[in-house]
């Protein structure tokens, strides 16, 4: 494997705590601006409908890809990734970098 990055970016600011919405939600002791980079975090991947076959708890915490090429159908993020975008309005998005297979959350308002 040839990563071209040597290490993962954790934007200081977030952290995780009880939320009274889902259980636990991600929040940030500073304002993120919009486009900042929240998490940089290894990804795992599923072809077709595997995952939404085996378990519904699973399926909530996937993220459905664009399907081009080199990318798998659906991914699901370690660290923080899965508890991002639980919302009817979210306010991260975020990109999957192949060559590196890292998933990469960014702000997309500021937050």
């Known amino acids: 494997m040839n990563?071209?990055?040597d290490e993962l970016y954790l934007n200081p600011a977030i952290f995780i705590?009880?939320?009274?919405?889902?259980?636990w939600g991600v929040f940030?002791?500073?304002?993120?601006?919009?486009?900042?980079?929240?998490?940089?975090?290894p990804y795992m991947t599923f072809d077709g409908d595997e995952p939404l076959d085996e378990s519904e708890?699973?399926?909530?915490y996937l993220?459905?890809?664009d399907g081009g090429p080199l990318v798998y159908e659906?991914?699901?993020?370690?660290?923080f990734a899965s508890l991002y975008n639980h919302s009817?309005?979210?306010?991260?998005?975020?990109?999957?970098?192949?060559?590196?297979?890292?998933?990469?959350h960014y702000a997309i308002d500021d937050i």
Request: aromatic share 8%.
């Open 74 to 79: 659906y991914v699901i993020g370690f660290g």
């Open 28 to 41: 940030t002791s500073e304002d993120i601006k919009q486009f900042d980079v929240i998490q940089e975090s």
């Open 17 to 23: 705590a009880k939320s009274d919405v889902h259980r």
């Open 57 to 60: 708890v699973i399926a909530r």
């Open 88 to 104: 009817d309005n979210p306010s991260v998005a975020y990109e999957l970098d192949v060559v590196n297979e890292v998933m990469r």
């Open 63 to 65: 993220h459905q890809t």
């Open 3 to 5: 990563l071209v990055i």
